[in-house]
Every structure is written in structure tokens, then in C-alpha cells.
């Protein structure tokens, strides 16, 4: 079995030379083992793997907890 060609999470261009693939990060799955996430060689730096809206949300939550006072 041909394993499926890679895509680059930074251009979302296809991979087609092996040797320019890096796996950059492994994102878990819901129901099951997830996936490698990869890039071009000369992407892998600019890869973000923070959702910046994830970070956002996660920002505002922290901010109200500090500000709330103690009870």
C-alpha cells in the first residue's frame, strides 16, 4: 500500500519530492490515533501550530479569572 501524498500546512501545496517532507507536529484525533502534520523543508519554521482563535478564547477566559475577586 502507496502512502497518500503529504501537504504542506503552510502553502497547502502538495509534497511531491519524499526527501522535502518534514513532520512538524502530530495533531490528536477525536475518535482515533490523529495524523502527522508536515511541511516543505523551507516551510517548517513558518508553520503556526496555535489556532491564533483557539488563543484568543483562551486569553479572554484567563483575563476574566484573574480579574474576578476572590470569594
Request: proline content about 8%; charged content about 25%; hydrophobic content about 40%.
Amino acid at each position: 500500500m502507496t502512502e497518500p501524498p503529504h501537504v504542506c500546512r503552510h502553502c497547502d501545496e502538495r509534497i511531491t519530492d519524499p526527501d522535502d517532507a518534514v513532520a512538524v507536529a502530530h495533531e490528536a484525533g477525536n475518535s482515533g490515533p490523529g495524523w502527522t502534520v508536515w511541511a516543505h523543508r523551507e516551510h517548517a519554521d513558518l508553520v503556526e501550530l496555535i489556532d491564533p482563535d483557539l488563543l484568543r478564547i483562551m486569553l479572554r477566559i484567563w483575563s476574566a479569572k484573574v480579574q474576578q475577586p476572590e470569594t
